[in-house]
Structures are given as structure tokens and as C-alpha cells.
């Protein structure tokens, strides 16, 4: 059965350029815990998977820094680059350097209602020797990057219409029934379908003190 050891890459943004399309509901203030605390519940899902040995964030935001080693994650020095794709190529680089031919996994830092289960199944699903991605709920992003080989370059093409993107350059589109997977969180109505789906522990706390309006759902999450 695949995988073997994965190591994840998360890359967050400065907390100044926190989800401005949420501003019609939120202040700075609490789209910026709101990033944070979306950012704690993936990175909590995917440490939970015993395939994934270690999450690197990438990150030029000392708060995001600081609270990704408070998690168990690996804070890699952000390139003196502003490109995404630039910035993960360098940190999947350094992973390999580090541990070898190791299969590398980039995910979306806003996944609040991931569930490691979900994270299982799309690795196993995953053919090996090539690239696979997972298809943001919109149909259009990337919610998962994975290569599913120690030959495998990781090949980011993140940004608008990325989800084309990494198919065109060959990646496999997963069919997984995952919708916590493909929840990016972007507008009050992604925030409200994690809310349905049960966001995780800080998300929850968060929406709670913050007083988003309805139910917040309790989160059932099994390790696989």
C-alpha cells in the first residue's frame, strides 16, 4: 500500500494580506485569527496522519512562524522571492536535502475542515510515480498538490485557474469523495459550509468568539 513517508509543505501569507474578501463580515483583526486558526486545525489534521512524518511552513509572517513551531511543524526560511511556486520549490528542495528522497505533499493553509481520514484515503488513492492534485470545491483551485514519488518533482503552478494549471503539466485529478479536503476557505459562504461540514477545534473557538452567526458544528475526526 502507498505512501511511505511524506513530508507536507504549507505556505502562508503575511497575516496583513489575511482574507480581504471576507472583509464584508470581519474586521482585520479577526480575519487575521481567523487565518491563524484555520491555519492550526491543517496543520493539527494533517501532523494526526502517520504516513506524513513532518510539516514545513513556509512563511515571511513571524506570528504564522511562531505559531507553526508551537504545532510540531518546521518553520523553512522564506526565499527572497514573492512567488508562491518559487517559494514551495525551494522548501521541497530543502525537504529532499534533508531527508532524501522523500514524496512531498503541498497543501492549502485555509483547510479548517480537513479531516486526517481524508488525507489517508487521497495519499493511498494516489498513483505512484506520478503527480496528483485534489480540485478546490469551486472547481478551479488546488486544494492538494501531491508527488507520489522520490522522483517526482512537486511542479507548483498555484494561483488562478491552477487546478488547469497542474493538469496540464500532467498532474492526476483525485476523485475522492473529500469535501473537508476541498474546502479552501475564501468567502462567508465557504466559512459557512466548513461550519456545516464541523470545522476543527480552533476554527470552532474562533467562529464562537467572534460570534459568526450559525450552529457550530462539533467535528468528528478519526486518525487512520
Known amino acids: ?4 513517508a511524506v513530508h ?6 503575511n497575516l496583513d494580506l489575511a482574507k480581504s474578501r471576507l472583509a464584508d463580515r470581519l474586521r482585520p483583526e479577526y480575519r487575521a485569527r481567523l487565518v491563524l486558526a484555520m491555519f492550526t486545525d491543517t496543520v493539527t489534521a494533517a501532523l494526526a496522519v502517520p504516513a ?29 522571492i514573492s512567488d508562491l511556486n518559487a517559494a514551495l520549490d525551494d522548501a521541497a528542495a530543502a525537504l529532499r536535502r534533508g531527508h532524501g528522497p522523500v514524496e512531498l505533499l503541498a497543501l492549502q493553509a485555509d483547510l479548517p475542515a480537513v479531516r486526517p481520514e481524508e488525507l489517508c484515503e487521497m495519499l493511498a488513492a494516489a498513483a505512484a510515480g506520478r503527480r496528483s492534485i485534489v480540485v478546490d470545491h469551486a472547481g478551479t483551485g488546488t486544494a492538494a498538490l501531491y508527488a507520489a514519488g522520490p522522483a517526482v518533482a512537486l511542479d507548483p503552478r498555484f494561483g488562478p485557474g491552477s487546478a488547469r494549471a497542474h493538469i496540464a503539466s500532467g498532474a492526476t485529478d483525485l476523485a475522492g469523495e473529500w469535501p ?13 459550509r466548513a ?3 464541523g470545522a ?25
Do not use: F
Not at 500500500?1 to 511511505?4: A, E, G, K, L, V
Open 1 to 4: 500500500m502507498r505512501p511511505h
Open 8 to 13: 507536507a509543505v504549507i505556505a502562508v501569507k
Open 52 to 80: 506524513i512524518r513532518s510539516v514545513t511552513v513556509v512563511t515571511p509572517d513571524p506570528t504564522v512562524a511562531d505559531l507553526a513551531r508551537g504545532l510540531g511543524a518546521h518553520v523553512h526560511p522564506e526565499p527572497r
Open 180 to 192: 473537508g479536503l476541498r474546502l479552501d476557505v475564501d468567502t462567508a459562504a465557504d466559512l459557512d
Open 195 to 197: 461550519v456545516e461540514l
Open 200 to 224: 476543527g477545534d480552533a476554527t470552532r473557538a474562533l467562529l464562537r468568539d467572534i460570534g459568526w452567526s450559525g450552529r457550530v458544528h462539533e467535528a468528528v475526526r478519526r486518525v487512520c
